[in-house]
């Protein structure tokens, strides 16, 4: 995760946001950027609380299961 230390945190803020939301993908992410989806699973893993991130988890988990592309 070394690149992500690297951002601003309005940046950190703004990626937690997409990755919380239901519309865009990991590839979205990295487009605007740069980073992969594991290191998008990690910063959220050190930004959310732990509850937080496994329910997020699970969510994404689930809802990519029923939809072709996603996260």
């Keep these: 995760m070394r690149k992500t230390t690297n951002l601003p ?3 950190i803020s ?3 946001e997409m990755a919380l939301s239901d519309h865009v993908s990991f590839a979205d992410i990295k ?3 740069g980073i992969s989806d594991k290191q998008v699973k ?3 893993r050190h930004e959310l ?4 991130y496994k329910t997020w988890r699970k969510r994404v988990r689930d809802f ?3 939809r072709e592309v996603y996260k």
């Excluded at 609380?49 to 937080?52: A, D, E, G, H, Y």
Aim: glycine residues 6%; without cysteine.
């Design 9 to 11: 945190p309005e940046h």
């Design 49 to 52: 609380k732990s509850s937080s």
């Design 64 to 66: 990519g299961e029923r």
């Design 42 to 44: 990690t910063l959220m």
């Design 31 to 33: 487009a605007q950027y």
């Design 14 to 16: 703004e990626i937690i």
